[in-house]
């Protein structure tokens, strides 16, 4: 097995001829080099680890050495080793066709199929590269930085593992044990494979990929085999959160308080009652208890209650200024009225002039007032013409809801109520089961194709196309749910796939919900398990973007 260094990643991309002919001389002492490196960076990482003495990942690792009988050291080595696998691929050989793939939440790959197709291309370049050396094993991880492919030869097929660090002994032996099952359980669809992406084999081979990345980080054999040590370890964490929670909500006061008499000078007492702040203390004016309020909301999300006082000293000096204010104020008042009295008759004459000249100008505005007639009617026309704009604009939603009923109006998995389609008197899965009856995917394709077929004559408004999965109310509420998830995933690979779909680009817009046997149907207080096993869809529309409309409408 061969290792690709970053600098051989990097050129690719560059003519193959020239590129072989610059690794070969520095290809020989490659693999000593990186083992070198490759142990001074888990040495380093141990070094920093331990150089924290004082952090609470130290006391926490000390802690579970002592109840374990674990050294500090492997504890370490064990958490400086181990990769997170984001995604899964399987990749056609002959064709470089991606066949399936999963992938962790968040963690999704934009164009799955160019990245299949480049990670195909990079090595075949790297294999053919290596015939030409004296080592003959081929390529098995590319890396770069801190992005590494494990990549799997097996028959007619590429499997390929995305990580975010190189795996080490114990996780590729894993990943090699997945990757043989894979490939032993579909060995004949592989080879059949033509770029049919809608099979039934697609979908459970995603599944079990996806499962597979869930489940990749189970727990230590020491914290499954002593559960009453990991209680130990808890309560004690559980001790010290307490104390630093108590701790820091004082510092966090204190340095409110220094805050407060850093900016305003004035010492205050602040009590912390959970999700508010009361503040208490005698401040030396009115003003600084508004600023020292306004400080507060900067600096806390939590709510003021304010109990400052002031002295009563200062509230008489205040209002004696106020009532001197006042009196200065009727005197200026005074003033000004006997100003506007002299000058009350003067403005009599003039206004008496521009009567005059606006009798005149009244006289010869005949044709101004036809004119303006003219405008208004006008302005008229075209404010009834966007008045019926906008009531098209509000009765979209009522459009869609009528066009549904009368399309729908025979149909038995249709709710008229909700204007949503409903499966319960369909049985679509087989109890415990998440993969679909293949009688029932075709019932719903149709009566989905007909359902968005509606839909899309409307795609700017929607906001999403939602697949409810529903299970009975037999075993755990947790098991349930994960079932019924599987069971949406599994009829939302298959409606992706269909023409009108693909045709108006809505695989973005179609989302999943999974409700385990929270709504379970009933009937005369006896549930229907078969109706339970369900599968529901329902639209949702964009309120903004009607709104947005209508003030693009009211603008123009």
């Known amino acids: 097995m061969k290792r690709v260094t970053p600098a051989i990643s990097k050129g690719i991309a560059e003519n193959k001829e020239t590129m072989i002919d610059a690794l070969y001389p520095i290809m020989g002492g490659m693999i000593s080099k990186y083992v070198t490196q490759a142990i001074k960076e888990l040495m380093e990482t141990i070094n920093k680890k331990i150089e924290r003495g004082l952090s609470f990942e130290n006391y926490k690792r000390k802690a579970k050495a002592k109840l374990s009988g674990v050294s500090e050291m492997e504890l370490l080595l064990e958490e400086s080793s181990g990769a997170l696998i984001s995604s899964l691929f399987v990749i056609h050989k002959e064709s470089s066709l991606l066949i399936a793939e999963a992938n962790l939440e968040n963690k999704e790959i934009n164009d799955a199929h160019m990245v299949a197709s480049m990670a195909s291309a ?145 010492q205050i007492n602040i009590s912390d009652e959970g999700a508010t702040y009361v503040l208490s203390g005698q401040v030396t004016s009115t003003d600084v208890i508004y600023e020292i309020e306004e400080l507060m909301k900067r600096q806390t999300k939590k709510t003021i209650n304010n109990k400052l006082l002031v002295p009563m000293r200062y509230i008489d000096k205040r209002l004696q200024k106020e009532k001197e204010s006042s009196e200065a104020s009727v005197e200026k008042l005074e003033s000004k009225l006997a100003s506007l009295e002299s000058g009350f008759e003067k403005s009599i004459n003039g206004l008496q002039e521009k009567i005059f000249l606006l009798t005149q100008e009244l006289q010869g505005s005949d044709k101004r007032l036809k004119v303006l007639l003219k405008d208004t009617t006008d302005e008229i026309t075209v404010l009834k013409e966007e008045k019926a704009r906008l009531n098209r604009v509000l009765e979209i939603k009522n459009e869609i809801f009528t066009r549904l009923d009368h399309s729908f109006s025979k149909s038995p998995y249709y709710n008229k109520e909700e204007h949503t389609l409903d499966f319960r008197k369909l049985e679509v899965f087989i109890a415990s089961e998440a993969l679909y009856k293949k009688e029932a995917i075709q019932v719903i394709a149709e009566a989905f194709t007909k359902y968005m077929t509606i839909l899309v004559q409307y795609k700017e408004y929607i906001r999403s196309i939602i697949i409810e999965g529903h299970s009975d109310s037999t075993g755990l509420e947790e098991d349930n749910v994960a079932l019924s998830h599987k069971r949406a995933l599994a009829v939302k690979y298959y409606l992706e796939r269909l023409n009108i779909v693909k045709q108006y680009h809505m695989k973005p817009f179609m989302k999943i919900e999974a409700y385990g046997s929270a709504r379970a149907i009933e009937v005369d207080g006896i549930e229907n398990k078969k109706a339970s096993r369900r599968i529901k869809i329902k639209f949702e529309l964009k309120e903004s973007q009607i709104i947005n409309n209508l003030r693009k409408i009211i603008n123009d």
Do not use: C, H
Not at 213 to 228: D, F, G, H, R, V
């Open 122 to 266: 990079i090595k075949d370049f790297i294999n053919d590269w290596v015939k030409n050396s004296e080592t003959k094993n081929e390529v098995q991880i590319l890396s770069y930085g801190n992005a590494t492919l494990y990549i799997e030869s097996a028959g007619s097929v590429y499997i390929i593992a995305f990580l975010d660090a190189e795996p080490d002994y114990e996780q590729r032996t894993d990943i090699n044990e997945f990757f043989a099952k894979i490939v032993k359980e579909y060995a004949p669809f592989f080879q059949k494979f033509d770029g049919d992406d809608s099979s039934n084999e697609i979908v459970t081979l995603s599944m079990k990929m996806e499962d597979y990345l869930y489940k990749q980080i189970p727990l230590s054999k020491e914290e499954k085999k002593n559960p009453a040590k990991m209680i130990l370890v808890l309560l004690a964490l559980l001790l010290l959160g307490y104390g630093t929670y108590l701790f820091n909500g004082w510092y966090i006061k204190n340095s409110l308080e220094n805050t407060v008499y850093a900016q305003t000078g004035e």
